[in-house]
């Protein structure tokens, strides 16, 4: 059964860059029948898709976040990462991996991790 | 990209059917059957009800099927549980190769 696992600061300074890591276990980040997904939910509020990669290394980003998002992958490490630069309080939120099995069919989700954007 | 519009709340009493809708647009939901709904109780990460429209995952029960006419999408829940409140979340794929969510919706069982 997969399992994804996020990591990372919970408090990062305003104009900083936020980097999270999503680790994946009893899977492999290296299938061919995924993509890798980032989430996130600011409190009391809804869900944004961010941006998904797959294990070639191609992305996509939501195009509100594209200048400032980067998404990468590890094979080595059977992770991958966000990192968001030049945050504001506006980022301020629950942070999600997830798997995609294309299409948006997000499954399974990470725990989340609560990140605050606070000087 | 614009959100998926989905009604602030809706509520039930048990044993009876309810129907949260997920409107779109022709770039996303009326173009691709590939519209996803999830359950989220609160402090926890979401759970995948429907996908494909109408798809339901492995050991989700059948009291949740998927729909869509047009530019608009629907979830409904019969039998109405206690277990089913929560929040509830449309997803779709869009014409730019992206993912957009609905606003979501608060189910409350009365």
């Known amino acids: 059964q997969v399992h994804l696992q996020e990591s990372g600061p919970g408090l990062v300074k305003p104009s900083e860059t936020l980097s999270l890591t999503c680790t994946v276990s009893g899977g492999s980040v290296s299938s061919g029948s995924y993509y890798w997904s980032w989430i996130r939910q600011p409190p009391g509020k809804g869900l944004e898709w961010i941006g998904y990669?797959?294990?070639?290394?191609?992305?996509n980003y939501n195009p509100s976040l594209k200048s400032r998002v980067t998404i990468s992958v590890d094979t080595s490490k059977n992770q991958f990462s966000l990192k968001l630069s030049f945050v504001t309080a506006a980022d301020t939120a629950v942070y999600y991996c997830?798997?995609?099995?294309?299409?948006?069919?997000?499954?399974?989700w990470g725990q989340g991790t609560l990140v605050t954007i606070s000087s | 990209q614009s959100a998926l519009t989905q009604p602030a709340s809706v509520s039930g009493s048990p044993g009876q059917s309810i129907t949260i809708s997920c409107t779109g647009t022709s770039s996303d939901v009326g173009d691709y059957n590939y519209v996803s709904w999830y359950q989220q109780h609160p402090g926890k990460a979401p759970k995948l009800m429907i996908y494909?429209?109408?798809n339901r995952p492995s050991g989700v029960s059948n009291r949740f099927s998927g729909s869509k006419s047009g530019n608009t999408a629907s979830l409904t829940i019969s039998g109405l549980q206690a277990e089913d409140e929560a929040d509830y979340y449309c997803s779709s794929y869009t014409s730019s190769s992206t993912q957009v969510f609905g606003g979501g919706t608060k189910l409350t069982v009365l």
């Open positions: 990669i797959y294990y070639s290394g191609d992305t």
């Open positions: 997830a798997r995609d099995a294309f299409f948006g069919r997000f499954d399974p």
């Open positions: 494909d429209v109408s």
